[in-house]
């Protein structure tokens, strides 16, 4: 990215208004698509992209967390399933940057806060407006930024699992050409699913507006940590 344009992301951040932040997130994603891409040697361009590895494999329908249909209500147009998608991302260097760089953008802009502490209730999905959320209010602001920089929503599927304290966690899924990649609030790095430690129980499906199971274990009512 230029110069110009990394002072004016940095710029837009600290004087965006909590109510103003998703609308300065968007703002720096498209300005960071927007950014020209400097010709590579091929090797270099394979060596961005991550290696291809195996993909989850969806099992049979299962219920949707209750918090995910709430905010499916006051966010219809999050929900929205469209057949015609790309039912995986063709990554290139430009998307996977744009994906790594999202990843990081979100996990280091929201304030942790869990559901209980911030709405007095132990589950509550949204894209974390005000600057506060827990695991799920990161991944759904990431998705929302990722489609607005042309990523196919039907392939990027909000994901629970059982994670490394045993407790119910979400995280977002990327279904990809060269795999199943994780975006976690958690870390910065942005894993195969096999890579992650967790335990994966189900996600939103791809073909239709419900959720399948990934074959984990019991299925946890929240996924209520930071």
Partial sequence: MRTTETGHLKTELKTASKTGLLAALTLCVGLLCGAPAEAQPATQTLAAL?????????????????AWTEF????????AFDRSEPAR?????????TITSVNRRVNRTIEPVTDQEHWGRPDRWDLAEDGSGDCEDYQLLKRHLLAAAGLPRRAMRMTVVIDEKGEGHAVLTLVTDRGDYILDNKTNAVKPWHETGYVFIKREGQDAVAWVSLGGATSPVTTANR
């Fill in 89 to 97: 991302i063709a990554l290139s260097p430009a998307l996977w940057s």
């Fill in 50 to 66: 991550p290696s291809a590895s195996a993909s989850l494999t969806p099992g049979a329908e299962a219920r949707p967390i209750l």
């Fill in 72 to 79: 499916c209500q006051s966010y219809p147009a999050e929900c």
